[in-house]
């Protein structure tokens, strides 16, 4: 999906300026810390996965996004996803009161602090069993993809296009683009060589690019 959120690598915006990381705050105000504890505790009932909520994020008009604070855009996502599960009616949200609890909530699962606790420490893994073998051995040569998909992508829209190596496999994981529509299949991943030559062109540095890329994101390059 093409947005305000696919910024990475791509050329225009100008050069950033980040905070030093031992300097930075984990929050840069109490508020940032409520949304991500909300965050957390809404997925935790396991009404939608990990994509899912990156993905609601994502379907805002672009300019609402980059106008957007980074934790806002995390209120956003979560201010849709309650009330597209059924979780919180529209009004609600304008009210800041719950009023009759909708059916679904009974079926919520609520963990106790010791779940929780299980649930940040194992994390989400997405290592799965594959019923195909990979199309690509390490060496070979792929193109990404150009696409115009709607839907949620974790290939950024600076390597589309592009021409580079696979230089490792790290096997079947789930895949974002249908996991994103609660369907938990998995795809072959890999890790794919680029020159930043080849991104971004003859005034690049002479270096080199690593990226994650799933195989329905490659077609092979015919020698």
């Not at 508020?31 to 939608?48: D, I, N, P, Q, Y």
């Not at 008009?61 to 059924?86: F, H, I, M, P």
């Not at 779940?115 to 893994?125: H, T, V």
């Not at 290939?155 to 938990?184: M, R, T």
Request: net charge negative; aromatic share 8%; charged share 25%.
């Amino acid at each position: 999906m093409k947005g305000g959120h696919d910024l990475g690598g791509r050329q225009g915006p100008g050069p950033i300026n980040p905070e030093p990381e031992e300097q930075e705050p984990v929050f840069h105000a109490d508020w940032e810390r409520r949304v991500f504890a909300l965050t957390l505790a809404s997925g935790m009932l396991g009404k939608w996965n990990i994509d899912e909520s990156r993905h609601a994020r994502e379907r805002q008009e672009s300019t609402a996004y980059l106008r957007n604070s980074y934790y806002e855009n995390w209120l956003v996502g979560l201010e849709k996803l309650l009330v597209e599960k059924g979780l919180l009616q529209q009004d609600e949200l304008g009210e800041g009161m719950v009023g009759t609890a909708d059916a679904a909530i009974d079926k919520l699962r609520v963990p106790d602090a010791s779940a929780i606790e299980k649930i940040l420490r194992s994390g989400g893994p997405t290592l799965l069993v594959a019923d195909t073998v990979p199309a690509y051995a390490i060496g070979a040569s792929v193109q990404v993809i150009k696409s115009s998909a709607t839907g949620h992508t974790r290939v950024p829209g600076y390597v589309q296009g592009s021409i580079g190596v696979v230089v490792a496999h790290h096997g079947c994981h789930v895949f974002p683009d249908k996991n994103a529509l609660g369907e938990h299949v998995g795809e072959q991943l890999y890790a794919v060589r680029f020159s930043a030559i080849e991104l971004w062109g003859s005034s690049a540095e002479n270096a080199d690019v690593m990226i994650d890329l799933w195989e329905p994101y490659l077609e092979p390059v015919s020698k």
